[in-house]
């Protein structure tokens, strides 16, 4: 348990900032992309470039799901390749950056929806460092990673969100890194190359999952299940929604919101990304 005095000097080490710091939905898609020189890679890093220097990054990624909530609170997170039968030249990547225990311990004290566990076990996998390496190539500032609890129903990670958001106003850029579109039984590998195809019910909730988000209905978000035939097929497993779904609870009421990225892949996929702020 944090105490009141461990509480207050937490908050002296991480102060409020003039500007508050953006949220941003990331599409990663494939682990290549983290080797690639592409469209997605390019904006990634020219995100990076468009908004201030954090003091540490936060990622909600669809590849890190646990029974409870855990965050990494390690000096120095591992780069994780958690996937198979890709080139050899991916599996060589290490992405060296840091940790923030301290900021563990702070997220963990913001927190009441559940108990925040510790861990120094994980790292960071591929759908954090496969976008950061991107983004912040040099390495320089601190990783950490947040777990999805599977046990729990959407509105727990929407509110548990919702609790985080005095993190961006000390500097603290967190990311959730998933798919909104996110079916991998159901890829056209014949037509990977080809830009932009995407299967009529994609494309459908693609457009309305954008529409939602534009219009702050979060609930429409928040119970996707609820949307029909083409909703399922969009999102047949929740891990890769989630993190949108975090993102959305950060949302206050004056951010902008700026789509980029927002291209089909192999029928069953997209790269939607968002900003808000």
Same mark, same amino acid.
């Given at each position: 348990?944090?105490?009141?005095?461990?509480?207050?000097?937490?908050?002296?080490?991480?102060?409020?900032?003039?500007?508050?710091?953006?949220?941003?939905?990331?599409?990663?898609?494939?682990?290549?992309?983290?080797?690639?020189?592409?469209?997605?890679?390019?904006?990634?890093?020219?995100?990076?470039?468009?908004?201030?220097?954090?003091?540490?990054?936060?990622?909600?990624?669809?590849?890190?799901?646990?029974?409870?909530?855990?965050?990494?609170?390690?000096?120095?997170?591992?780069?994780?390749?958690?996937?198979?039968?890709?080139?050899?030249?991916? #599996?060589?990547?290490? #992405?060296?950056?840091?940790?923030?225990?301290?900021?563990?311990?702070?997220?963990?004290?913001?927190?009441?929806?559940?108990?925040?566990?510790?861990?120094?076990?994980?790292?960071?996998?591929?759908?954090?460092?496969?976008?950061?390496?991107?983004?912040?190539?040099?390495?320089?500032?601190?990783?950490?990673?947040?777990?999805?609890?599977?046990?729990?129903?959407?509105?727990?990670?929407?509110?548990?969100?919702?609790?985080?958001?005095?993190?961006?106003?000390?500097?603290?850029?967190?990311?959730?890194?998933?798919?909104?579109?996110?079916?991998?039984?159901?890829?056209?590998?014949?037509?990977?190359?080809?830009?932009?195809?995407? #299967?009529?019910?994609?494309?459908?909730?693609?457009?309305?999952?954008?529409?939602?988000?534009?219009?702050?209905?979060?609930?429409?978000?928040?119970?996707?299940?609820?949307?029909?035939?083409?909703?399922?097929?969009?999102?047949?497993?929740?891990?890769?929604?989630?993190?949108?779904? #975090?993102?959305?609870?950060?949302?206050?009421?004056?951010?902008?919101?700026?789509?980029?990225?927002?291209?089909?892949?192999?029928?069953?996929?997209?790269?939607?990304?968002?900003?808000?702020?």
């Amino acid at each position: 348990m944090t105490t009141n005095h461990t509480f207050q000097q937490l908050i002296q080490t991480f102060p409020e900032q003039d500007t508050i710091m953006p949220v941003l939905f990331i599409g990663h898609g494939s682990p290549m992309n983290g080797i690639e020189d592409n469209v997605f890679s390019n904006q990634w890093a020219a995100m990076a470039k468009s908004i201030p220097l954090p003091k540490a990054v936060i990622v909600i990624s669809a590849h890190w799901q646990t029974r409870g909530t855990q965050i990494t609170a390690m000096d120095f997170p591992p780069t994780i390749h958690d996937f198979g039968g890709f080139p050899e030249a991916l #599996y060589e990547v290490q #992405y060296p950056a840091p940790g923030r225990p301290e900021l563990a311990v702070f997220t963990k004290s913001l927190v009441r929806t559940t108990e925040i566990g510790l861990d120094h076990e994980w790292g960071l996998d591929h759908g954090t460092w496969t976008v950061v390496r991107h983004m912040y190539p040099q390495a320089q500032i601190p990783i950490l990673q947040l777990s999805l609890d599977y046990t729990k129903a959407t509105p727990f990670h929407f509110e548990l969100a919702n609790e985080l958001q005095l993190l961006r106003r000390r500097g603290i850029l967190i990311i959730g890194s998933g798919n909104m579109v996110h079916n991998l039984r159901m890829v056209n590998w014949q037509k990977l190359e080809q830009p932009g195809f995407a #299967y009529d019910w994609a494309a459908e909730m693609n457009a309305a999952f954008k529409s939602f988000i534009q219009t702050n209905n979060n609930n429409a978000l928040i119970h996707y299940e609820q949307l029909g035939t083409a909703a399922k097929l969009a999102i047949p497993t929740p891990e890769h929604f989630l993190p949108l779904i #975090y993102t959305l609870g950060l949302r206050n009421s004056t951010d902008a919101v700026v789509f980029f990225n927002d291209i089909a892949v192999g029928g069953s996929l997209t790269m939607t990304s968002v900003k808000f702020g």
